[in-house]
């Protein structure tokens, strides 16, 4: 059971700097190795700091006492500590992949084979429980001298496209509007409206076999931890949304409102959602009927923004006073009550339309379009992710348990480069003489919140 408190010991420095490579200490226990070329890592090719300010927030966010907890245990060896450390400092330290790290001079100061670090990927771990509290101890860290603010859940999923690999599926790509190689990485995080921070991943192949180019070739008990990834990645984007959900509401991780885009957006996971006391912001799709009385017919979404548009001409104002807003009406849909929000959808045609639902009916429209733009930092989170921490070009392995590792790795260097940015540059932090002027300042447009 992972302990909610801080850890008490956050002053001990687990790795000395003397300047030799390897030193086994000679016990009757399990050896245990430091890395002693620590220093000169530090020294040689970190000359502006950002190496060190890594491994303080490392230590800072108890990552090394959170692989203990969740399972990485080895029996002798190398520490999962230190492994862990590598794996997150690689693309800080200018590295494309970790095999940067056993090239060149970086080579000899480290204190082992690059393939105890492969076999470390490709062992069955818990990353989802591991990636849950160490988002846990970012938000708790981001919060801590905040007055407290609304969390949101972002959903979402993007493609990791591969060519060979145990599980390879077809799947479709969004963006594309085409069938690829690879995987889903169905992401559940944490924003603020300021800060994102991943708070779980499921790597999702295809819940239909007829989908999937290849099929396991492991063989695990099926307790394990690797028979679990497997059957969750066979498993249905939408109760793998509510197990994350779930999982994240139990380790301590607070929000008030789910954010998705209309790709998920069905009556069952509305509902579940609601019974787990979170309200949802969604986008909607342009062929769904709503009705916008309890017993009335169902209307198309063209069809409620032309009724909105003879109320405001009969009114002779525009609706809520801002500019894009056609309007919000009350709506049911599949006996639950929404309040929808029509907007103009400026990517289309002038009479083109977008709409929002909300399960939370008090919101205004400003407010449901407000809070829905935040979604769009889990698109930042994706694009940093494969642009700057590896999601989809550092691991050629075409073992399961490592892709699904370097999946989590990448989100974890990118909630911790989060936390860092955060922590540093976050004037709420230092007074709230500029609340005022910031909140101004991290508006969305509506056009760009859309």
């Known amino acids: 059971m992972i302990s909610q408190n801080e850890p008490s010991d956050k002053t001990t420095v687990p790795f000395p700097l003397e300047p030799q490579k390897v030193e086994v200490e000679e016990t009757t226990s399990k050896p245990k190795y430091k890395w002693t070329g620590r220093n000169r890592l530090f020294s040689e090719f970190d000359n502006d700091g950002g190496l060190h300010t890594v491994e303080e927030f490392f230590h800072r966010l108890h990552i090394g006492t959170l692989l203990s907890e969740c399972g990485f245990n080895k029996l ?18 200018g590295n494309k992949s970790v095999n940067g790290f056993f090239t060149g001079r970086l080579k000899e100061i480290m204190p082992f084979h690059r ?12 990353w989802s429980l591991l990636t849950r509290h160490i988002a846990k101890n ?9 007055k407290p603010t609304t969390g949101f859940f972002v959903l979402d999923d993007t493609l990791i496209e591969r060519h060979s690999c145990e599980l390879l599926a077809r799947v479709f790509d969004h963006n594309a509007h085409c069938y690829l190689k690879g995987f889903l990485s169905l992401l559940l995080g944490w924003t603020d409206g300021i800060s ?26 099926g307790r394990s931890i690797g028979a679990l990834v497997r059957k969750e990645a066979t ?21 008030k409102y789910m954010l998705m885009d209309s790709w998920f957006l069905s009556n069952d996971l509305l509902s579940t959602l ?35 548009r003879e109320r405001n001409k009969r009114n002779n104002r525009k609706a809520n006073g801002a500019k894009g807003i056609i309007g919000s009406v009350i709506v049911y849909w599949h ?44 698109e930042t989170n994706f694009k940093a992710s494969k642009q700057y921490f590896g999601l989809d070009s550092e691991c ?3 073992d399961f348990d490592a892709v699904n590792t370097f999946i989590h790795v990448s989100y974890i260097r990118c909630s911790l480069a989060e936390t860092i940015k955060r922590l540093s540059e976050d004037v709420r932090t230092v007074g709230g003489i500029f609340k005022d002027i910031q909140q101004k300042t991290l508006e969305l447009p509506y056009h760009v919140a859309l």
């Open 76 to 93: 002798w060896g190398i520490s999962t500590s230190l492994l862990m450390l590598v794996l997150i400092l690689s693309p800080f330290s």
């Open 115 to 126: 393939a105890s670090l492969y076999r470390f990927a490709k062992k069955a771990f818990n």
């Open 138 to 146: 970012a938000i708790d860290e981001i919060s801590r001298n905040l």
């Open 196 to 221: 994102f921070i991943t708070v779980d991943n499921k790597t999702i192949s295809s819940p239909k076999k007829e989908n999937r180019y290849t099929d396991v070739n492991k063989k695990y008990d």
């Open 235 to 255: 498993t249905s984007k939408t109760a793998l949304a509510v197990k994350m959900v779930k999982a994240a509401l139990r380790a301590g991780i607070k929000a």
């Open 274 to 308: 609601i019974g787990l006391d979170l309200n949802v912001i969604c986008m909607s799709k342009s062929n769904y009927i709503y009705a916008v009385t309890p017993d009335g017919k169902g209307k198309s979404i063209t069809d409620i923004a032309e009724i909105l």
């Open 335 to 378: 006996g639950l009550t929404l309040k929808m929000v029509i907007a103009k959808d400026y990517s289309k045609n002038e009479n083109g339309v977008i709409a929002l639902v909300s399960t939370d009916v008090s919101l205004s429209a400003k407010e449901i379009i407000h809070y829905y733009g935040y979604r769009w930092k889990i």
């Open 396 to 398: 050629i392995s075409t």
